[in-house]
């Protein structure tokens, strides 16, 4: 991990707001000149800080108006039912984030589906991956804080 000064921070804040600014806007914005900008970019990039960039999309504009946050149990505690397990997961593409969490289930994913029947046909998906003892849905209402930006601190 690279220690993060006042400009680095400025210029992820930046990014985080707006990941299409020109190198030239950003610049402008953390008060550096294009290059020097350019290179901390870079620098940040390289050392992983910065894993990439992409559009935010409106689920409800593309037929995906449900939410679900699913809870998974797994009958079997071990590296090769983990393993058999998140390999099926990442086969589905209605799956947008799935988690290893601690507390009462094993996994919590979030699932965006066009509807409840939708949702049906996810869930029996979910019923026959490999080692699934449990399943516990939360249907989102609505969102309240989503997609905020990580909050970030000098090192």
């Known amino acids: 991990m690279?220690?993060?000064?006042?400009?680095?921070?400025?210029?992820?804040?930046?990014?985080?707001?707006?990941g299409r600014l020109t190198n030239v806007e950003l610049a402008e914005q953390v008060s550096l000149s294009a290059s020097p900008c350019l290179r901390r970019v870079r620098l940040l990039e390289e050392a992983g800080i910065i894993t990439g960039y992409r559009a935010q999309l409106d689920p409800a504009c593309l037929g995906l108006g449900m939410s679900v946050f699913v809870d998974l149990r797994l009958s079997h505690h071990n590296d090769a039912a983990s393993d058999e397990f998140e390999a099926a997961i990442l086969r589905l593409n209605n799956v947008i984030n799935c988690y290893l969490v601690s507390g009462s289930a094993d996994y919590r994913l979030e699932v965006l589906v066009k509807d409840l029947q939708g949702y049906e046909v996810l869930l029996r998906q979910l019923q026959c991956l490999p080692h699934v003892k449990d399943?516990?849905?939360?249907?989102?209402?609505?969102?309240?804080?989503?997609?905020?930006?990580?909050?970030?601190a000098a090192s």
Do not use: E, H, T
Not at 2 to 18: E, G, T, V, W, Y
């Open 135 to 152: 399943i516990q849905s939360n249907f989102v209402i609505r969102s309240v804080k989503a997609q905020a930006p990580m909050p970030i």
């Open 2 to 18: 690279i220690a993060l000064d006042a400009i680095d921070i400025r210029i992820l804040s930046a990014l985080q707001k707006n």
